[in-house]
């Protein structure tokens, strides 16, 4: 699919439109169903009054990448009703933060952090469901971990009272073309592979893949949520941080 992706930093309804729009045309192309596709605008450095646009322009789902934006931003997601995941690399100094403010954790990268997270929802009294996050080009400048290593904890998520794993996100090399799909495929191999293990906390529904650039190719091998923001919110803001 040639990607058609523009930016018009100054309509953030305009642009919700169009998104919906690549992803209707998406999914004729590639056999699936806009209602299986979940668009989260992710909401780094945008100011409320911009999240707020994009909410009545109907994103029901947000995406921050730091605790500290998250906790400016709480009142807004919490007097809306409207959800906010973590999606960006998480210190476990953090997470302590996170049992009042989110229920989705998309970056877990580490027993370590999965650890942490357990402990600090375990004692806030709920939930939390992760993401793996994958390394899918074996990048040494991104996060992420191996899907040998993911299948590895796959194994160990019985031994957790409060944490679910819900799915699995990555963030491939930055190809704008119909390469990308190679590493998007590998990611759903590994996504339903983990899903026919039939082990307990593992409740697999969201393979989170896909950006700005090249959500069509996502949509195409299998993706459930696609990840949005510069393509809402035009350039990212760092005044606002």
Do not use: W
Request: proline share 3%; hydrophobic share 35%.
């Amino acid at each position: 699919m040639e990607n058609t992706y523009k930016l018009f930093d100054y309509d953030i309804e305009e642009n919700v439109k169009r998104c919906r729009e690549e992803i209707a045309e998406a999914c004729i192309k590639y056999g699936r169903k806009p209602e299986d596709i979940t668009l989260m605008g992710v909401s780094k450095t945008q100011t409320v009054d911009a999240i707020e646009r994009a909410y009545n322009a109907g994103i029901t789902l947000f995406g921050e990448n730091r605790v500290q934006e998250l906790q400016r931003k709480a009142d807004f997601f919490s007097s809306h009703n409207v959800p906010c995941h973590i999606i960006g690399s998480l210190q476990t100094n953090k997470v302590k933060y996170l049992p009042r403010l989110t229920d989705t954790i998309h970056s877990v990268d580490s027993v370590k952090l999965l650890n942490e997270i357990e402990k600090q929802y375990g004692k806030a009294g709920k939930n939390c469901n992760i993401l793996l996050e994958i390394n899918i080009g074996n990048e040494e400048s991104k996060g992420g971990i191996s899907c040998d290593r993911a299948a590895e904890i796959a194994y160990l998520m019985p031994e957790y009272k409060n944490v679910v794993l819900k799915g699995l996100m990555c963030v491939p090399p930055r190809l704008e073309d119909e390469s990308v799909r190679k590493y998007f495929e590998k990611m759903r191999k590994l996504f339903v592979d983990i899903s026919d293990k039939k082990l307990d906390n593992i409740n697999m529904s969201i393979l989170s893949m896909g950006m700005s650039g090249d959500y069509p190719y996502a949509i195409a091998e299998g993706s459930t949520l696609i990840r949005v923001g510069r393509g809402i919110f035009g350039e990212r803001n760092y005044n606002n941080v």
